[in-house]
């Protein structure tokens, strides 16, 4: 066998057979989506359309019809002949790695939608973990405590990465007030209410199932977590977990949106306005449905069903409060030197304003009116150094104590 060259880039994600059959249903997807687009393309070119306008409708004929449908149909005669290759080589039960993980939460993240409604192994099931293994095991042989701590991660994120240069807030807290961490991982490009309602659902077996009696349940989420454990709340009243809830802790989540997203819909629109480039918009859609949520912070069924989510443009999501008798702390972040000024309302910490972080809005039925003591703003940080700077951890302690 001939031996790597000195230097040569090694493979740096281990990939498991099903992580491969996975990857190649989604080039195959690929294949086809481009096909359309330049037939689409092509059709345009050749009906002679307005440089502004509507793109005519239909397929090309004739021979130039029939060679499209002959790539797509090859493409994906390919692509189920390798999907029973892949499927049948061993499963392969190996510990996964960080790298995978990151690698397979990013997939999801911007694709988790798709993955799912393709039947795509990559799509990863929610579960609750601890060091990346399902939480049952991993208390085995542990101690657990009635004081029961859950983090929820961000957008493309997974339970993993709540480490971050060498602190983890779910160790941290375990090692100086005593809770137990449990850590949520879920496929982020799904809507925002369907993971929070599978959350909610998990959250009554693991009250249900801790090996003592829970007498404190915490909620510490960064990021999209914060909306995923919100839309939880809003449709768990009564569940025993949520007597159980004390304290929910949210670390840059937009409660109220992300211009980023808001600008990626403008950018569809702008691609929309002329027939010629207009089949290229299609590449912007492909983005997941918990991307679009974070367009407006939408939490419910209601905030983007019967609607076109990619065209969405005001925000007219219902209003969900904060559940009543659980404190709740915000904690936002600025990349600027200084709390206010135009940088840290536009951008805030590079993601979210920090309006947005501490759920400020003109709209009193849809503003989340918390306390100027639950609140915290950090500066000169990033969205996710929220996750390792040591005066959000001290604020954190402080209000867990």
Same mark, same amino acid.
Not at 199 to 215: G, I, R, T
Not at 242 to 254: D, E, N, Q, Y
Not at 326 to 334: D, G, K, R, S, Y
């Given at each position: 066998?001939?031996?790597?060259?000195?230097?040569?880039?090694?493979?740096?994600?281990?990939?498991? =057979?099903?992580?491969?059959?996975?990857?190649?249903r989604l080039g195959v997807d690929a294949v086809v989506g481009v096909t359309?687009?330049?037939?689409?393309?092509?059709?345009?070119?050749?009906?002679?359309?307005?440089?502004?306008?509507?793109?005519?409708?239909?397929?090309?004929?004739?021979?130039?019809?029939?060679?499209?449908?002959?790539?797509?149909?090859?493409?994906?005669?390919?692509?189920?002949?390798?999907?029973?290759?892949?499927?049948?080589?061993?499963?392969?039960?190996?510990?996964?790695?960080?790298?995978?993980?990151?690698f397979v939460a990013a997939l999801n993240g911007v694709w988790g939608d798709?993955?799912?409604?393709?039947?795509?192994?990559?799509?990863?099931?929610?579960?609750?973990?601890?060091?990346?293994?399902?939480?049952?095991?991993?208390?085995?042989?542990?101690?657990?405590?009635?004081?029961?701590?859950?983090?929820?991660h961000g957008l493309a994120m997974n339970d993993l990465q709540w480490s971050?240069?060498?602190?983890?807030?779910?160790?941290?807290?375990?090692?100086?007030?005593?809770?137990? =961490?449990?850590?949520?991982?879920?496929?982020?490009?799904?809507?925002?209410?369907?993971?929070?309602?599978?959350?909610?659902?998990?959250?009554?077996?693991?009250?249900?199932?801790?090996?003592? =009696?829970?007498?404190?349940?915490?909620?510490?989420?960064?990021?999209?977590?914060?909306?995923?454990?919100?839309?939880?709340?809003?449709?768990?009243?009564?569940?025993?977990?949520?007597?159980?809830?004390?304290?929910?802790?949210?670390?840059?989540?937009?409660?109220?949106?992300?211009?980023?997203?808001?600008?990626?819909?403008?950018?569809?629109?702008?691609?929309?306005?002329?027939?010629?480039?207009? =089949?290229?918009?299609?590449?912007?859609?492909?983005?997941?449905?918990?991307?679009?949520?974070?367009?407006?912070?939408?939490?419910?069924?209601?905030?983007?069903?019967?609607?076109?989510?990619?065209?969405?443009?005001?925000?007219?999501?219902?209003?969900?409060?904060?559940?009543?008798?659980?404190?709740?702390?915000?904690?936002?972040?600025?990349?600027?030197?200084?709390?206010?000024?135009?940088?840290?309302?536009?951008?805030?910490?590079?993601?979210?304003?920090?309006?947005?972080?501490?759920?400020?809005?003109?709209?009193?039925?849809?503003?989340?009116?918390?306390?100027?003591?639950?609140?915290?703003?950090?500066?000169?940080?990033?969205?996710?150094?929220?996750?390792?700077?040591?005066?959000?951890?001290?604020?954190?302690?402080?209000?867990?104590?």
């Amino acid at each position: 066998m001939t031996k790597p060259a000195p230097g040569a880039p090694r493979l740096k994600v281990p990939l498991r =057979p099903a992580d491969v059959r996975g990857l190649s249903r989604l080039g195959v997807d690929a294949v086809v989506g481009v096909t359309d687009l330049v037939e689409t393309m092509h059709h345009t070119i050749a009906s002679v359309s307005g440089i502004t306008g509507r793109a005519p409708d239909g397929r090309p004929s004739g021979i130039t019809g029939f060679v499209y449908r002959a790539v797509r149909g090859t493409a994906r005669t390919v692509g189920q002949g390798l999907d029973v290759l892949w499927g049948a080589l061993p499963f392969d039960t190996a510990t996964s790695t960080p790298e995978r993980e990151a690698f397979v939460a990013a997939l999801n993240g911007v694709w988790g939608d798709h993955l799912v409604d393709t039947g795509n192994p990559l799509a990863i099931p929610m579960s609750l973990r601890i060091g990346g293994r399902p939480y049952r095991q991993a208390l085995a042989n542990a101690r657990p405590t009635g004081k029961l701590l859950v983090l929820v991660h961000g957008l493309a994120m997974n339970d993993l990465q709540w480490s971050r240069r060498g602190h983890d807030h779910g160790q941290a807290l375990a090692r100086d007030l005593g809770f137990t =961490p449990v850590y949520l991982h879920y496929n982020s490009g799904l809507h925002v209410s369907q993971n929070g309602r599978a959350f909610a659902a998990l959250l009554d077996d693991l009250v249900a199932d801790w090996p003592v =009696p829970v007498d404190e349940l915490v909620i510490v989420c960064h990021s999209m977590g914060g909306l995923v454990t919100r839309s939880a709340c809003s449709v768990a009243e009564g569940r025993p977990w949520m007597a159980a809830l004390r304290k929910l802790v949210f670390l840059g989540t937009p409660h109220h949106g992300a211009p980023l997203e808001r600008g990626g819909r403008l950018v569809d629109t702008l691609l929309g306005v002329s027939p010629y480039v207009a =089949p290229f918009a299609r590449l912007g859609k492909t983005r997941s449905a918990g991307i679009t949520d974070l367009r407006f912070g939408n939490l419910q069924d209601a905030d983007w069903q019967h609607r076109d989510r990619h065209a969405q443009k005001q925000d007219d999501r219902r209003p969900t409060p904060l559940p009543d008798g659980v404190q709740c702390f915000l904690v936002a972040a600025t990349t600027s030197a200084q709390s206010t000024g135009l940088r840290s309302a536009m951008l805030g910490d590079g993601l979210v304003p920090v309006a947005s972080a501490l759920g400020v809005h003109r709209d009193p039925k849809l503003a989340l009116n918390v306390p100027q003591s639950h609140q915290m703003v950090v500066t000169a940080a990033n969205h996710w150094d929220l996750l390792s700077r040591g005066d959000v951890y001290q604020q954190i302690r402080t209000w867990l104590t």
